[in-house]
């Protein structure tokens, strides 16, 4: 597509930069870059660079878009002096995928991050922006939250480091700067801005280049104290999608439960009409989170200003991803309707940009890192895939997108499953890869609010596809990996197969149980009552077995299989490992055996088909890398898809008879199991299933 934005002032020099796409090995190789598409001359003084970036920050949640009550002047000082990109999107609507896209210029699938369970890209295969600037003789620093790889130390590309682990806190926060750890007092918003302006007020003689990633907005949503009573009594409308019955979607769409999938449980024809609307309990307390964010940005631009640097300074505001408050009968992203891929977008830079500058053409969270290279005269690499949009700024006839990819991999929400799918300028396409389900197509311009799904429409059938042709090639050009999101964490160690837990109960010492596995597991008995039999072990009134934590007792390393032969007498818990953040429970309900898979947000729920009380069973549950499935004697009795179910090794281990520690799903209300137990073991097959 050939477009021309609003002429702006400045002045556009055109060279061309280009590497190999494999052949970036850090430094050394920065001798053999040469110039990739367009790029400033380097004059005297090269522009330097802020790029602020906020968690979770709906690309409407600002004053200059006429937000019922949110008052952002800060932010609209940027919108006023310099453009607001009206169509900027993330290619996958979850944060650190997209964060790592921010910084490569690539997608997920080449970057390597695709789910918020510490993966990390490589900076020498998708060099970020800082590190490239850093080579060419930028300044740099890196202020707030990372969100890759869980731990707060400093990374490559940083002259200055300030940051925490994870998603952090918004009260007296721990952090590291430049590799020291420290508690630090105070509400986060406000320190990061403190510790951006002690760095930007450095006197230096080179350019800078700043990263300041807030966590706000991110829930749980703790405004700042001054900001506790700010828009008291307000009310956003109801959406109109908020009404969306999910007849003729999808059928994971249309699945009870919310975050829980039960297999038990079909899809609906169409959900239920929702209750009155009402605004959700925590929408007040988001906005009130941007308040300390718009006024960060505010003493930022001030100190820029009063020395003398905010015009010779690129500023960039962006969200990692957009946010659902109803829309869709939703809260969080992920999904990609309007409201979870559509992102607040600002730059300023009066040499480029002039004041009030529009652009409607689709921009990317993969234009940020070209676009930064291009106006810092820095060679960018081939393996970018983002464009750079100085020519839009700056009023040229150029040939740009009209069309992009999507992806999702499933994420700690197993009830959503991973996305492909194409947004053009009209229309937007969406498949399930690994489900037996409808595709998703919305006409944006006849339905806006996606409500209608026109996937099997006759009248739509030669618009579909055209689409399906679409998606596949961008699909090819992008090299999209069906396997993208299935390697094991990197920490996850060597995978020890075969037999690696093994308790015949038949030779004990005292409350010690003897694993007759490869690794000496051996058990121990505690709480409640519990009675040696013949071959057996008799657990009652919350006694139990605790297995030792180990690294190779790791259901997040599949093929996982974990069985146990008992003698019920009860309802109650027969084996579990982990918690409330990722683990299974394996229990009885009403007699029948009953799996629940903990990840994260998300859980499924498996059903055995008939009850098995006063008789010898084998129950287990077994972990693939597509699928988990309940076992009753040896024989999978109700499986779910779900890619990786347990994604880290949880942190509390494994026990026979009883869930001890934080609960993996408190509703089951399950207690203690009652009855005998003969043999429990864990085993990891070989041959890959």
């Not at 979770?56 to 937000?67: N, P, Q, T, Y």
Request: negative net charge.
């Amino acid at each position: 597509m050939t477009s021309r934005c609003k002429k702006t002032t400045g002045n556009y020099d055109a060279s061309a930069a280009r590497i190999g796409r494999r052949a970036f090995l850090g430094a050394s190789a920065a001798a053999a870059l040469t110039l990739r598409g367009r790029a400033y001359a380097q004059g005297p003084r090269r522009p330097n660079i802020l790029f602020i970036l906020s968690d979770d920050h709906r690309w409407d949640a600002l004053g200059c878009m006429d937000h019922p009550f949110l008052r952002t002047p800060n932010l609209d000082r940027i919108c006023r002096e310099g453009a607001r990109f009206s169509n900027a999107f993330v290619t996958t609507s979850l944060c650190s995928p997209s964060r790592a896209s921010f910084l490569t210029g690539c997608y997920p699938h080449t970057h390597g991050v695709t789910d918020n369970w510490g993966r990390e890209y490589e900076p020498d295969a998708t060099p970020p922006f800082p590190l490239l600037l850093q080579q060419a003789g930028y300044n740099t620093a890196m202020v707030g939250k990372w969100h890759m790889a869980e731990h707060g130390r400093p990374r490559a590309g940083f002259d200055y480091w300030l940051s925490f682990t994870g998603q952090g806190v918004y009260f007296n926060p721990q952090l590291n700067e430049n590799g020291r750890e420290f508690q630090a007092d105070g509400y986060m918003t406000d320190l990061l801005t403190d510790y951006a302006l002690r760095w930007l007020g450095r006197d230096r003689e080179q350019p800078f280049c700043m990263i300041l990633s807030h966590k706000a907005a991110h829930g749980p949503f703790e405004p700042a104290p001054r900001h506790a009573a700010l828009f008291q009594g307000e009310e956003l409308p109801e959406p109109p999608n908020y009404r969306d019955t999910f007849k003729g979607k999808a059928a994971w769409q249309r699945m009870p439960g919310g975050w829980v999938r039960r297999s038990d449980e079909p899809a609906r024809e169409e959900l239920p009409p929702p209750g009155p609307w009402r605004t959700p309990d925590q929408a007040l307390d988001y906005f009130r989170t941007l308040a300390a964010v718009d006024e960060g940005v505010g003493r930022i631009l001030d100190l820029l200003e009063d020395r003398g640097e905010l015009d010779n300074t690129l500023v960039i505001y962006a969200g990692d991803n957009g946010m659902f408050w109803g829309e869709h009968r939703r809260g969080d992203k992920r999904v990609p309707y309007e409201e979870a891929l559509r992102i607040p977008l600002l730059m300023r830079y009066p040499a480029l940009i002039g004041p009030g500058t529009a652009v409607d053409e689709m921009v990317l969270n993969l234009d940020v890192a070209p676009t930064i290279c291009d106006l810092a005269s820095v060679p960018a690499p081939e393996i970018m895939q983002g464009q750079a949009v100085t020519p839009l700024l700056n009023g040229e006839e150029v040939d740009w997108r009209d069309e992009f990819l999507y992806e999702y991999w499933v994420d700690y929400t197993p009830a959503i499953p991973r996305i492909v799918g194409i947004r053009t300028e009209r229309y937007k396409l969406l498949r399930f890869p690994d489900l037996k389900d409808i595709d998703e197509l919305y006409d944006l311009r006849e339905d806006p609010h996606e409500l209608h799904n026109v996937a099997l429409h006759p009248e739509y059938a030669a618009v579909k596809a055209r689409l399906d042709e679409r998606l596949d090639r961008l699909m090819r050009e992008t090299e999209y990996r069906e396997d993208a999101g299935l390697p094991l964490p990197s920490d996850a160690g060597p995978v020890p197969e075969g037999l690696l837990l093994h308790y015949t109960f038949d030779t004990h010492h005292g409350d010690t149980v003897k694993d007759d596995g490869p690794f000496g597991l051996h058990g121990r008995v505690a709480g409640g009552e519990a009675q040696w039999r013949d071959g057996g072990l008799r657990l009652d009134r919350g006694a139990h077995v605790v297995v030792p934590h180990s690294p190779g007792l790791n259901p997040a390393a599949p093929p996982y299989r974990a069985e146990a032969r008992v003698k019920p007498e009860a309802d109650g818990v027969v084996l579990c490992h982990g918690g409330a953040s990722h683990g299974y429970l394996l229990y009885l309900e009403k007699g029948t055996p009953t799996l629940a898979v903990r990840k994260g947000m998300g859980l499924l729920v498996l059903k055995g088909r008939e009850p098995c009380l006063d008789r010898w069973v084998r129950l287990g549950v077994a972990l693939y890398k597509n699928h988990t499935a309940l076992l009753v004697d040896g024989r999978e009795v109700d499986t779910m898809h779900d890619s990786r179910p347990i994604l880290v090794n949880p942190n509390e281990g494994m026990a026979v008879g009883a869930d001890p520690g934080s609960s993996v799903w408190e509703d089951a209300g399950v207690s203690g199991f009652t009855g005998l137990v003969e043999e429990v073991s864990v085993q990891r097959p070989g041959n890959g299933e």
